[in-house]
T-cell receptor, first 115, second 115 residues
Framework: DSGVTQTPKHLITATGQRVTLRCSPRSGDLSVYWYQQSLDQGLQFLIQ???????AKGNILERFSAQQFPDLHSELNLSSLELGDSALYFCASSVVSQGSTDTQYFGPGTRLTVL | AQKVTQAQTEISVVEKEDVTLDCVYE???????LFWYKQPPSGELVFLIRRNSFDEQNEISGRYSWNFQKSTSSFNFTITASQVVDSAVYFCALAGSNAGNMLTFGGGTRLMVKP
């Protein structure tokens, strides 16, 4: 158990809908990351938040957005869903040290199926 | 740009055999970090090891060992005396100092250990 929690574990929805994925980081970790794992694209970085502020952005679609709240939990919002958005979405967390790259610990993932 | 290549998409061995998973990386950063993660059939991503670019010492942890060679840009992972529980997908990942904490993953190697 990494200490990172994600809900829900599974999500089934229809095209055009909007969903919210939730992540709670490990105790003491200030940074949260979102990754998407799909069969065709592999594991891809989406976005990073540090202490409530967006820190880095990867290949995140405009239909997707995220935020990190004062209690450090994070939500990933996916809207206007398409079949191709079906994937496993991971949240990871880390302590962010100055001048170093910290280990990211991953949650169990949310499996999104868009029908 | 950063890139991680895991040329072996699938490896099948019989229990107790030794197996080496290859990882080759590309980065322009002089300071970077390399990681290995394991994804068992249950789906979560489990952290195995983190190594920075200044530390080329090989590491051994039980049946696992890692060989980092900057000269060939490789960070290979060896499992000695494999067991059925080692069956999983293994990912190599890279974080360059100029890319923040963003992880770039390889495509993964699926290891099947048969009894």
């Amino acid at each position: 158990d990494s200490g990172v929690t994600q809900t829900p574990k599974h999500l089934i929805t229809a095209t055009g809908q909007r969903v919210t994925l939730r992540c709670s980081p490990r105790s003491g970790d200030l940074s949260v990351y979102w990754y998407q794992q799909s069969l065709d694209q592999g594991l891809q970085f989406l976005i990073q938040y540090y202490n409530g502020e967006e820190r880095a952005k990867g290949n995140i679609l405009e239909r997707f957005s995220a935020q990190q709240f004062p209690d450090l939990h994070s939500e990933l919002n996916l809207s206007s869903l398409e079949l191709g958005d079906s994937a496993l979405y991971f949240c990871a967390s880390s302590v962010v040290s100055q001048g170093s790259t910290d280990t990211q610990y991953f949650g169990p993932g949310t499996r999104l199926t868009v029908l | 740009a950063q890139k991680v290549t895991q040329a072996q998409t699938e490896i099948s061995v019989v229990e107790k055999e030794d197996v080496t998973l290859d990882c080759v990386y590309e980065t322009r950063d002089t300071t970077y970090y390399l990681f290995w993660y394991k994804q068992p059939p249950s789906g979560e991503l489990v952290f195995l090891i983190r190594r920075n670019s200044f530390d080329e010492q090989n590491e051994i942890s039980g049946r696992y060992s890692w060989n980092f060679q900057k000269s060939t840009s490789s960070f290979n992972f060896t499992i000695t005396a494999s067991q059925v529980v080692d069956s999983a997908v293994y990912f190599c990942a890279l974080a360059g100092s100029n890319a923040g904490n963003m992880l770039t993953f390889g495509g993964g190697t699926r290891l099947m250990v048969k009894p």
